[in-house]
């Protein structure tokens, strides 16, 4: 039990106590309850009370001077919140008016922050439903190939998957050997979103090291595997583990290793995919001597290790990192295929799993039953994009597009509004995006501090962060809830987004409609009573809501630890099918090959990457690898302490092998450049034999600090995503394809402009009006 109870909070990467003092946060420790607890607390006081804070509501002084001036570039008016919610009220109704509610994007991809009702886009989207609807975005950029292919090769959505998944105590128990395709990577399983209270993966690896489990880590990262695990490190090029995956199937059947019983009792199409690996589709065998030339790993090493595979309890994991980039459904296809031959899916410690590390949960907890919400109401617009089509929804509205085996057509929006999300972080071609980002009438986006998207909206609404409002926190896959008191007031004339919308829906005439007559703690109670409710189906009483905010964590049973995924489907496939057309996992699919795509076809199947097949391959020989940084949460405290930290010369540090270093005459610690035909950026040479010759790998998050007077508006922080392509996965899922990029680097031997990311925008007066009219 914390000494201070008052100041309990959740985040998405762990619990933590908040120490105050004269109204500001001065400290968050870890919980004692959690055994492993998360570094990224450290990175909430800066955060919060950095100069990016927003303090007051700002209008773009541009839009105000009859939107003209470029987003990302005007200065501000700050003015005060009721004429800002005026401003807000008169333009959502004129955009309604004059075009529509297919004319509203309130997609607002993003993790906003723990807590169960003041999540912002459930905020946001209750809000627009209530006044008639909004364009959605529809899938994620963690995971969304697996999203979209995973139920056409197994049945089942990914969310079964990865809650599902094998235990890691079974793992330990059971597995002789562990293939990791991507890694394992401990940074990663910090996070959970909505909430990871208890760190559980170091001691449930440790029991695998206890045990004896072998791990191979077949990855350009060495430590994406703990030191602890003594993994074999295999670094195939970036992209190439389709092929390899596809060798190793086909090893097997050269060697007589693979299961035919397996394959014909559980899976369909095993023989044309047999045939494809054969060569006798394309006439190319896709041997182990094949996969190695693309994958630069020794012919000889990739056959042993499908005879050790096949020889042993083996259970294949792939990071779900993967799955994003070019192609990345064709990853996960083979990866099931690869499996079904080995015929252990279903067994304890065998088969395969997707996104063991894509959070702190997958493997290692789950959640015993749905926590109260704050229901979104009703969408009545249809409209819909695939959420990594923002750009191209912007800059090309009414065009036709591929989805899942839908012809679809982009909307056509005229107001953006976002909450809870950073774009000018998470999506791909930055310089694109800010393109796209002038195309709309209105942009509105509510946030903490002024990230790049914020500074890119015409209307910015200051809001509180979680340790400024009273919450709870309750993880989608934890299984432990979190009172979170409020700790301090919000700073300046930062509000609680609830009461944002309860004022403007007052406004619009719908006040009764959004809040259904509660106040916020009317709506806490609500939510912790449906918690209870469904707390007290399951047998497990809870506390009243009083008791619980003065009190500590709560942690309620884990319903399957000991869980073995599609041990079921093992048992009896005709009892227990999988949702597939044929009730068995495909890996011939009539389904996918009747989508007519030219690389998708009805099988797993290799294709070269773009940017490989494109003379860009010549001219930028260094693969980009761009992962999910250890020192914070995507780009959220990106000005916090541990993140600071972790930076060379305040840019993001980018590792680069010895061998790449040196040929370039770049020592650790210089400022270097980034750059390729899409964007260039700077960031800090880190020269590590971590990182495999050819690759470099920059974290993602440093927020995009782009140099107006720079060529292709330079980057000078360090965010990959000017160098990534936005051109999807593929038009099967549309699926966000960050890890698929060539680059080249240079020292840079100008004088290092100062990073400007974190500070405010430039502000100023009201543009004075002009002309016949003033
Ligand atoms: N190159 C490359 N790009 C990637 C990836 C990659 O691997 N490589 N990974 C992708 C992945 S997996 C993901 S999930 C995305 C993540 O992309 P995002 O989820 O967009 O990233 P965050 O930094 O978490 O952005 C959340 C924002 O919400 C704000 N916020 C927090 N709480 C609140 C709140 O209560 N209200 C409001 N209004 N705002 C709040 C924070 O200040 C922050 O700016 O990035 C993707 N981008
Ligand atoms: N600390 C921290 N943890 C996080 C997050 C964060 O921002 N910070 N974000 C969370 C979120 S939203 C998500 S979706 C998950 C993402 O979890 P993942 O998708 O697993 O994470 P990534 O870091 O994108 O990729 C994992 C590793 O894959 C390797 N890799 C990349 N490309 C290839 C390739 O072509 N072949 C092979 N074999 N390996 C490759 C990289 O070395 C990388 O370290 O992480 C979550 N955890
Ligand atoms: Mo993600």
């Not at 799993?353 to 979104?376: C, D, E, K, M, S």
């Not at 905010?549 to 009896?572: C, H, K, M, Y």
């Not at 010895?658 to 370039?664: F, H, L, M, N």
Request: net charge negative; glycine share 10%; proline share 7%.
């Amino acid at each position: 039990m914390p000494s201070d109870r008052s100041k309990l909070t959740s985040s998405h990467w762990g619990i933590g106590i908040v120490q105050t003092s004269g109204g500001r946060i001065t400290d968050v420790e870890g919980h004692p309850a959690d055994p492993d607890p998360s570094l990224l607390n450290k990175n909430i006081p800066g955060g919060l009370s950095g100069r990016a804070r927003i303090l007051k509501p700002a209008v773009r002084s541009g839009w105000l001077d009859g939107r003209k001036g470029e987003r990302g570039r005007d200065a501000f008016v700050e003015v005060g919140w009721d004429e800002i919610l005026d401003l807000i009220a008169s333009e959502l109704t004129r955009v309604r008016e004059e075009h529509g509610n297919e004319a509203i994007f309130g997609g607002s991809y993003g993790w906003a922050s723990a807590g169960r009702f003041h999540h912002a886009q459930s905020q946001l989207k209750r809000f627009l439903s209530t006044n008639g609807g909004f364009v959605r975005s529809e899938g994620n950029y963690s995971y969304n190939a697996a999203l979209v292919a995973l139920p056409h090769f197994v049945g089942g959505s990914f969310r079964e998957h990865v809650v599902e998944a094998t235990r890691w105590p079974v793992i330990a128990e059971h597995s002789d050997l562990v293939v990791l395709f991507g890694g394992l990577a401990m940074r990663n399983s910090q996070i959970c979103d909505g909430g990871a209270s208890k760190h559980r993966m170091a001691d449930n690896l440790k029991l695998c090291t206890e045990r004896g489990v072998r791990f191979v880590n077949l990855s350009p990262l060495r430590t994406d595997v703990h030191a602890s695990l003594n993994a074999e490190w295999l670094a195939p090029r970036p992209g190439s583990d389709t092929a390899v995956m596809l060798a190793l199937a086909r090893t097997l059947i050269e060697e007589g290793l693979h299961d035919q019983a397996f394959l014909d009792r559980y899976t369909v199409g095993a023989n044309r995919f047999i045939g494809y690996l054969d060569g006798a589709i394309d006439g190319t065998p896709k041997s182990a001597e094949w996969a190695a030339e693309i994958s630069g790993l020794d012919a000889g090493r990739i056959r042993t290790l499908a005879c050790e595979m096949a020889a042993n309890r083996t259970m294949i994991a792939c990071a779900a990192g993967l799955q994003r980039a070019d192609w990345g459904e064709q990853t996960l296809w083979a990866c099931v295929s690869l499996a079904a031959m080995l015929g252990q899916i279903g067994l304890p410690g065998g088969g395969y799993t997707v996104g063991y590390a894509v959070n702190a949960h997958v493997g290692n907890v789950a959640r015993p039953f749905r926590w109260g919400y704050l229901p979104q109401g009703c969408n009545p617009v249809s409209a819909f994009i695939p959420v990594a089509m923002i750009s191209e929804m912007m800059l090309k509205p009414g065009a036709t597009f591929r989805y899942n085996g839908q012809a679809l057509t982009l909307p056509d929006c005229r107001l953006v509004w976002w909450a809870g999300g950073n774009p000018f972080h998470h999506h791909q071609d930055l310089n694109r995006l800010r393109l796209a980002f002038q195309v709309p009438e209105t942009v509105i986006v509510n946030e903490i501090n002024w990230t790049t998207t914020a500074r890119h909206a015409d209307i910015v609404l200051p809001v509180a962060a979680p340790q400024e409002r009273t919450d709870f926190g309750g993880g989608q896959t934890d299984n432990i809830l979190v009172p979170m008191p409020k700790a301090v007031e919000p700073p300046g004339q930062a509000r609680v987004e609830y009461e944002i919308y309860t004022d403007l829906a007052r406004r619009l005439g719908v006040e009764q409609e959004f809040t259904e007559g509660r106040d916020e703690e009317a709506w806490l109670r609500k939510l912790w009573s449906d918690t209870r409710e469904a707390a007290d189906d399951h047998g497990t009483p809870l506390p009243n809501w009083d008791a619980f905010i003065a009190g500590d964590i709560i942690e309620l049973p884990d319903p399957s630890p000991a869980q073995v995924f599609l041990s079921e489907f093992r048992t009896d496939p005709l009892e227990y099918p999988r949702a597939t057309p044929s009730g068995r996992i495909e890996l011939y699919s009539e389904t996918i090959a009747g989508f007519g795509l030219g690389e998708c076809k009805g099988h797993a199947t290799w294709n070269v990457a773009r940017d490989l097949s494109s003379p860009a391959a010549r001219t930028y020989p260094l693969a980009l690898v761009s992962g999910q940084p250890g020192t914070r949460l995507h780009s959220q405290h990106d000005n916090g302490a541990l993140s600071m930290e972790g930076k060379i010369g305040g840019r993001e540090p980018v590792l680069i092998n010895p061998a790449d270093a040196t040929e370039r005459q770049i020592s650790d610690g210089d400022i270097v450049e980034l750059f390729n035909g899409r964007g260039r950026c700077l960031a800090g040479a880190r020269v590590t034999s971590d990182i495999a010759q050819g690759v470099v790998f920059l974290w993602t998050g440093a927020w995009y600090d782009p140099d107006f007077e720079a060529l292709d508006h330079r980057d000078r922080h360090g965010n990959p995503n000017v160098l990534t392509h936005d051109l999807r996965t593929s038009e099967f899922s549309q699926s966000p394809a960050a890890h698929s990029a060539l680059v080249d680097i240079r020292p840079f031997d100008e004088t290092p402009p100062p990073v400007e990311a974190h500070e405010p925008p430039q502000f100023c007066g009201r543009p004075v009006k002009k002309g016949p009219q003033a």
